[in-house]
């Protein structure tokens, strides 16, 4: 970057003086919360994220120096719930990313399937798309999730939203289109799971240059149902 397109030491000092005052009234928010959600809170908290992206910025062009801060994205922070304060409804969207990682192997299970059931006609177990339509016609998706190898499967990025509403839905009403008329404002809490939260250990050498034997911590071992486990936390945990 140039000398010319380079942000003034006034402007870095205006920046930091502008966390300093997100900060403070982040502080004053979370101590007149009035509940877990309270919309304040939520309000001061993207502020001070958004005035210490841009003091972290404008430190870099002027000094090439960073802050020891992570600063999350816009495409992280959910805005603060606006939904009914007493649902009497609520929808549950879940999306889990797989891998055809063995085809044979989900292959070999759906011949299996369809030997079971005994159906005449054309075999679908002979093409993927058709081996995958057997194997979920025949197993609940949570069994899936849990038996995903043996089918020949590997597990991707996986995401549950609770979505709140005053009145359930109509029967069939959302069936076209299941996906498309979700409003952040009405999300209760969400859960995530995905290798981008893996921490990686680094390599650590002994004195004779073997290299350490530490791995990311493998997705098999992350237990997604939500009965068991205690180690996902709602929005608040976005707040990083």
């Known amino acids: ?78 805005p603060p719930y606006n939904g009914p304060e007493e649902p009497n409804a609520l929808s549950v969207l879940i999306r889990r990313d797989y891998a055809v990682a063995e085809p044979q192997r989900l292959l070999a299970q759906a011949e299996r399937i369809e030997a079971a059931e005994g159906e ?43 979505t709140a509403a005053d009145e359930p839905a109509e029967p069939g009403e959302w069936l076209e289109a299941p996906f498309e008329q979700v409003d952040p404002q009405q999300v209760v809490c969400r859960f995530d799971v995905s290798a981008v939260f893996d921490e990686e250990p680094d390599d650590v050498d002994d004195d004779d240059g073997a290299e350490g034997d530490g791995e990311a911590e493998d997705l098999d071992d992350l237990d997604t149902d939500l009965d068991e486990d205690e180690d996902l936390e709602p929005l608040d945990a976005d707040r990083r």
């Open 120 to 162: 005449d006609g054309p075999a679908a177990s002979g093409t993927v798309h058709g081996a995958l339509g057997l194997l979920f016609g025949e197993f609940e998706p949570d069994e899936i999730a849990s038996r995903h190898k043996e089918f020949g499967l590997e597990e991707g990025d996986s995401t549950l939203w609770v």
């Open 1 to 78: 970057m140039s000398d010319a397109a380079q942000p003034t030491a006034a402007e870095v000092r205006a920046a930091a003086e502008a966390v300093k005052t997100a900060l403070d009234r982040h502080l004053a928010a979370v101590e007149r919360r009035s509940g877990e959600d309270d919309p304040a809170v939520y309000e001061a908290f993207n502020q001070l994220a958004a005035a210490a992206e841009v003091y972290d910025e404008l430190l870099y062009d002027r000094y090439d120096e960073v802050t020891p801060f992570e600063i999350p994205g816009a495409e992280d922070a959910l």
